[in-house]
């Protein structure tokens, strides 16, 4: 043990001051096993039996648990309230963590107090095979090879390689073929919104009249005919519109002439960043804030970005009113709504 | 009968039958229209008692005339409903000036704020108090107004109303502590950065709809603690810190020795 404590500090003192003292040795010793220390239990047959004790109290805890568990099942039933389905959540939750963690933790104080713990080596077996071995492998291959004859009949082979690089094919055009849907970007180009629609309330679908829309109201906007479309909720994701009524005196710029009705503006509702649903009126700042990533829009100043990540305004609906005074869209929108990177693909 | 038929076609007889109808709508409007709760109470006395409350408590910085000044807004023609909202959750009076004015315990007791409210609503029409009907949520469609929650209301105060962050140190409050007559008023007045959503966005149905189910949300979560329903911030805080700090615990302690 000596020798082998002054070995480590030697080696200590070495690597410490390896600047000044040379290189580190070429090899280390092995240190062998730390010295088998036994346990408080293994000596003091007091502490064992307090420890068999401490294991027994663990299942027990296990046992109640589980009584728990069946006395709160039946016993409190989770009921018609919110209330009663609550406690009968917590019952069982907490009754089924005692009788789990008790089996749990008396396993593991068991085996750490009263099992044996003497220190066993396993050596591990090389893991390389037997030179015999190896070579016999590579015996049966060569002879499989050959009397496939693959090296001679050149055409077997041509045939071969071709319908193994062929296969994968199979799986990936498909794959690739469905990607393709999402390629169309005419599809983002283009939204249900077209010259005449009328502006409905979302989720009721109800017209909306100017007069309704007093200032400082937001309305969350669907175009009329929503819910008769094919596909209505792809419809929706692309033309949702946040529509607001500002004091004309306020109304710094917009996106189009005329493209407002009387200090009533409606943007796209979905942000130019990565598409969140930009819905977070400010009703005295003007600003609308996207929820995901804090892109802020000046609705006053043509949705300018005040801040944050969208490098681009979100798309203005123009809008105007029918000759019954309900509010209509001029046109569809005049730039792809969304993300700004379909921009790119125009 | 000869006597009524002869005087049905005297020439003043269409006057006199206009008048009658007249009569009768005007008896059956006042009959059946609702009339709003303080428009009962507010006497002049109110009236009179509220505009010394204003002058004493608001006139500082609303002017003596509620007309308001530069950064503090006129309180003409906001109505009751935003007087009472405003001073029956603490807003106002404001102790200090932010970024937004927080909830507090109100100052003024109940007697006050309908004075104060009568006061302001003296000034020019505005919307009133709705009455303990229209706010009743056990005549509410709760299903309806998660709908009607979802689309115009959770993005900012969040899916059960927990509130949440805005910009520049603004928040949405959480709308567990407001009373149902707060929570119909703030949609009809549209406090701080709130938009209004007028009965004409929101009909007065569909505002009892939302406040119903609002109501259910006070009940909790049926599965035990929410960690107050902040979304995943809380959640995860929970997961990382409490949940993976036992898993680590539980193997360290696992693979010590023992003494």
Redesign the interface.
């Known amino acids: 043990m000596s020798t082998e404590h002054s070995q480590s500090t030697e080696l200590t003192a070495a690597a410490t001051h390896r600047d000044v003292a040379g290189p580190l040795p070429e090899r280390f010793e092995n240190p062998g096993l730390e010295p088998h220390r036994p346990r408080l239990t293994d000596e003091d047959p007091g502490a064992a039996r307090r420890a068999t004790r401490q294991v027994a109290a663990l299942f027990g805890v296990s046992v109640l648990g589980t009584i728990g568990v069946i006395v709160a099942h039946v016993a409190f039933p989770p009921g018609d309230s919110v209330a009663s389905m609550r406690t009968s959540n917590l019952l069982l939750g907490a009754a089924l963590f005692l009788s789990l963690i008790g089996i749990g933790t008396a396993a593991v104080h068991w085996a750490k107090t009263l099992m044996s713990d003497h220190e066993v080596v396993e050596a591990r077996h090389p893991q390389k095979s037997s030179p015999e071995v190896r070579e016999g492998a590579i015996a049966v291959l060569r002879e499989g090879a050959e009397d496939s004859g693959i090296a001679r009949r050149g055409v077997l082979k041509g045939a071969m390689i071709s319908a193994l690089a062929l296969f994968p094919l199979g799986l990936a055009v498909p794959l690739i073929g469905e990607v393709g849907g999402d390629w169309n970007v005419g599809a983002f180009r283009h939204t249900m919104w077209k010259r005449g629609t009328r502006l409905t309330r979302d989720p009721s679908g109800t017209p909306i009249k100017a007069e309704d829309v007093t200032v400082g109201s937001a309305f969350h906007v669907i175009p009329d005919g929503l819910r008769e479309q094919e596909h209505w909720i792809e419809e929706k994701a692309k033309a949702v519109v946040l529509m607001v009524r500002l004091d004309p005196a306020d109304l710094k710029s917009e996106q189009g002439e005329g493209w407002s009705y009387d200090g009533i503006v409606a943007f796209s509702k979905i942000c130019t960043h990565v598409g969140c649903p930009v819905a977070l009126y400010e009703q005295q700042t003007h600003h609308l804030l996207c929820p995901c990533h804090q892109s802020t829009f000046d609705i006053a100043d043509g949705a300018r970005v005040v801040f944050g990540p969208a490098s681009r305004p979100l798309p203005q609906l123009p809008i105007t009113v029918d000759d019954e005074g309900y509010l209509v869209a001029q046109s569809d929108f005049h730039e792809p709504i969304g993300p700004s990177y379909w921009e790119r693909l125009k | 009968m000869k006597a009524i038929a002869d005087r049905r076609h005297h020439r003043m007889a269409p006057v006199v039958l206009l008048l009658l109808a007249l009569l009768l709508t005007g008896a059956v409007y006042a009959a059946l229209s609702p009339t709003p709760a303080e428009a009962t109470a507010a006497s002049e006395d109110d009236i009179a008692a509220g505009a010394a409350l204003f002058r004493t408590n608001c006139a500082t910085c609303h002017g003596p005339g509620a007309e308001g000044r530069d950064g503090y807004p006129s309180l003409i023609g906001v109505g009751a409903a935003a007087v009472d909202f405003q001073v029956s959750t603490g807003r106002m009076p404001m102790q200090a000036t932010g970024p937004q004015a927080p909830a507090k315990p109100p100052v003024f007791d109940e007697e006050q704020i309908a004075q104060l409210a009568a006061y302001v609503a003296s000034l020019a029409p505005g919307p009133s108090i709705p009455t303990a009907d229209q706010v009743d949520p056990a005549g509410g469609d709760a299903a309806n107004g998660m709908?009607?929650f979802r689309?115009?209301c959770a993005?900012?105060h969040g899916s059960i109303g927990r509130g949440?962050a805005?910009?520049e140190g603004?928040y949405?409050p959480s709308l567990g502590g407001s009373t149902p007559t707060q929570i119909y008023e703030a949609m009809l007045t549209?406090p701080?950065?709130?938009?209004?959503?007028?009965d004409?966005?929101i009909t007065p149905e569909e505002k009892q709809d939302i406040i119903a189910f609002l109501e259910?949300q006070k009940?909790?979560?049926?599965?035990?603690t929410d960690l107050g329903a902040v979304g995943p911030v809380s959640e995860g805080l929970w997961v990382w810190v409490v949940g993976m700090g036992l898993l680590l615990g539980a193997a360290v302690?696992?693979g010590a020795k023992?003494?």
């Open positions: 709908a009607l689309t115009n993005m900012c949440g805005l910009t603004k949405a549209g701080s950065s709130m938009p209004v959503f007028n004409a966005n259910e009940q909790g979560s049926p599965g035990g302690w696992i023992s003494a």
